[in-house]
């Protein structure tokens, strides 16, 4: 996937944070976010709004709408001016249909190169969300980078919902089984399982194959 996804300078970043999951699932969330670093520099260094109870969303999927002003500050003051963050802080907690607007409002106030949406999301976003899935699931110093990965992966697009009451969250709660029992070969029939939630042939159903996928490449299937 590398050649269509990144360039070589930016698998060289990847590979210096030496994160412990792979390549492979950085870019599958890269995918998934901004299709591939071309893209995302012809379209989203602008701001958008994904629709439903997002927020203002910016760089590589981050959602000012979830964010704290604080966070904020951190992750992007010294990488920005001060009225694009100004800009960004305008707009932090607002989602839903209320973003939307505030979308508009500030799009043409904030724009993300691709130099910085990578750093936040190699620096900030990927060490949270891989500490977070640590956190919630057990075992998980027991898999390969590969199968970690794929975990992240689904907790980035789906949040750390292992937990979750209702049949949307069935297959997540079981991965939370799986994991506690160690029961790992079964967790990529949860993934593909899991697809049942979209549209056969989106890019989220999709995802989920190649999450699986990814989860049984690091169990050596």
């Known amino acids: 996937m590398s050649d269509s996804i990144l360039d070589d300078a ?4 990847i590979n210096e944070k030496k994160l412990p999951i792979p390549l492979a699932a950085i870019e599958e969330i890269i995918f998934e976010e901004d299709s591939s670093e071309w893209y995302y520099e012809k379209v989203y260094q602008r701001p958008e709004w994904p629709g439903g109870a997002s927020g203002v ?4 999927g981050y959602d000012l709408g979830y964010a704290t002003k604080d966070k904020i ?3 992007f003051k010294d990488k920005v001016s001060v009225d694009i963050l100004n800009a960004m802080l305008s707009v932090a907690g607002i989602t839903g249909v209320n973003a939307h607007n505030a979308m ?8 993300i190169p691709w130099s910085i949406a990578l750093e936040v999301f190699l620096d900030n976003d990927m060490p949270t969300w891989i500490a977070t899935v640590q956190k919630v699931l057990e075992n998980t110093a027991l898999l390969s980078p590969d199968s970690l990965g794929a975990l992240v992966s689904l907790a980035y697009n789906r949040g750390a919902s292992f937990h979750m009451v209702g049949d949307r969250y069935r297959e997540m709660r079981a991965i939370s089984a799986d994991m506690s029992t160690k029961n790992f070969k079964d967790i990529p029939n949860q993934f593909r399982a899991m697809s049942r939630l979209w549209p056969q042939g989106s890019g989220v159903h999709k995802r989920r194959f190649r999450e699986a996928a990814l989860f049984e490449k690091g169990l050596g299937v």
């Open 10 to 13: 930016s698998i060289a970043l």
């Open 73 to 75: 500050t951190t992750d």
């Open 57 to 60: 969303t910016i760089a590589l």
């Open 104 to 111: 508009l409002r500030v799009r043409n106030k904030i724009l």
